[in-house]
């Protein structure tokens, strides 16, 4: 699909990261790597440090506590939310969906409304895809997208393939109608039938938690996995972000009237470095355009990972000034979906360290 | 094709001095997970063509992953 969103605008948008760090060398030993291994392995996917929540801290909270900022600080008031969107692959429970539990907290209007949407990689644009569709039919207001995941639940420490890259990572997303034109392209695929690709298979209701799905086992050296946990084939992702998405990204430029000399920064989902490296190059990007260090120092934090890559890299910048984008976001589903876009000045952009309250 | 630089690639990423058509994948210490990335990655960036994971799972020899990558090209 294909389309344009006129007269909005994003206009601040903050991170939110737990805490706590843990670093890759001194979880070698979980995975039974050898030395060299390992230094292999840190070098080709670009891994140091990540940042994972403690036991009783969901999605929803760092989300909470982003939104929480917004309002204190005066860059949104209540009576201006008119919906929230929540984008997570962990919420808080089956059901209720979880952006009803946050518009409790926050004590906002019968009148706000609430979505959760299940998606992940590509999860912040189709969650603007989403807030942009919203502001089109809502009568007042400004919609909250909230992007929270916290994929170190869905793996083992003792998983080489998956534990050393996830992070997890919240964030706050304010969208807005504008006077300006400012027109959003958007190119948004699918393909359900490499559903597998990237897959929790237990646990929900095709295969119900029961002891079975809940035995971990060593499926082989440094790789132990539940059938509740995330199951990844690299290889077949990798096929995937080479193969399909620089299509997407040519088909978005050329759809938006741009070139990559025009946009001034790919920020794109953050799965590992060394993919990201080969996406640029294949797409003839300047590395330096398309930043690749979130993983190594935030972790990939799944629909997180362009709010973060945003904060962190152009945080200064968008407070300050204008930049023309093009955002992408690949993965499970499958689903990729590229946008460009003009994004700031905004109101907010940086990334905080969750507290608890 | 040259087969020769194909076979200078492999030995690059497979941290080896000399690979030959001989010689079986697996018997490299560093032929692993990591290692298939990087051939994916250098059949994709140097030769144009997509090697998918399967295709790669069922090659022996190393003149078997030369033949695969030049029978895409073609």
């Known amino acids: 699909m294909k389309c344009i969103f006129r007269n909005k605008r994003i206009s601040a948008i903050l991170s939110v990261v737990p805490g706590q760090e843990s670093c890759f060398d001194d979880e070698r030993l979980n995975y039974n790597l050898t ?32 939104l929480q900022q917004l309002l204190n600080e005066g860059a949104l008031k209540k009576d201006e939310i008119g919906a929230l969107v929540f984008v997570s692959q962990t919420p808080d429970y089956y059901l209720p969906p979880t952006s009803n539990v946050i518009q409790g907290k926050l004590g906002l209007g019968h009148d706000v409304i609430c979505l959760d949407l299940n998606q992940g ?15 089109d039919i809502m009568d007042a207001g400004k919609v909250v997208l909230l992007n929270g995941d916290t994929a170190s639940k869905l793996v083992d420490k003792r998983n ?23 027109p959003v392209h958007l190119c948004l695929k699918m393909d359900g039938s490499r559903y597998r690709a990237l897959i929790v298979p237990g646990g929900a209701f095709r295969m ?27 290889a077949a992702i990798f096929n995937f972000t080479l193969e399909d998405v620089p299509l997407q990204i040519e088909e978005v430029l050329s759809f938006s009237g741009n070139s990559r000399e025009s946009i001034d920064y790919f920020l794109f989902h953050q799965p590992n470095q060394f993919i990201l490296k080969q996406m640029a190059d294949k797409m003839k990007i300047p590395q330096e355009k398309l930043p690749n260090n979130v993983v190594g120092i935030f972790g990939n934090s799944s629909s997180v990972s362009i709010p973060v890559n945003i904060t962190h890299n152009c945080g200064k910048q968008l407070r300050n000034g204008t930049l023309r984008v093009c955002l992408s976001g690949f993965g499970v589903g499958l689903a990729w979906s590229s946008m460009v876009m003009k994004l700031g000045p905004l109101t907010a952009c940086r990334t905080v360290e969750y507290a608890a309250a | ?29 560093e032929w692993d997970s990591l290692s298939v990335l990087s051939v994916l990655a250098m059949a994709d960036a140097k030769y144009g063509v997509v090697i998918h994971a399967d295709e790669i799972r069922s090659v022996v020899k190393a003149a078997d992953l030369a033949e695969l990558v030049e029978a895409k090209q073609k």
């Open chain 1, 208 to 234: 119900p938690s029961s002891s079975e799905t809940l035995k971990l086992a060593e499926v082989e050296e440094g790789v132990v996995q539940s059938l509740e946990q995330i199951h990844m084939d690299g």
């Open chain 1, 160 to 182: 080489r393939i998956t534990y050393p890259l996830i992070g997890d990572a919240g964030s706050v997303t304010v969208i807005e109608r504008c006077v300006e034109e400012n």
């Open chain 2, 1 to 29: 094709m040259n087969k020769l630089e194909f076979f200078r690639r492999l030995a690059e990423i497979l941290n080896v001095e000399e690979v030959t058509e001989g010689n079986v994948l697996k018997d490299f210490d």
């Open chain 1, 35 to 66: 030395e060299e291994k390992a230094r292999r392995m840190k070098k080709m996917m670009g891994l140091d440090r990540h940042r994972v929540v403690p036991p009783g801290v969901c999605s929803s909270d760092l989300c909470l506590f982003g």
């Open chain 1, 121 to 135: 990689c590509a999860g912040f644009v189709i969650g603007l895809m989403q807030a942009f569709m919203l502001l």
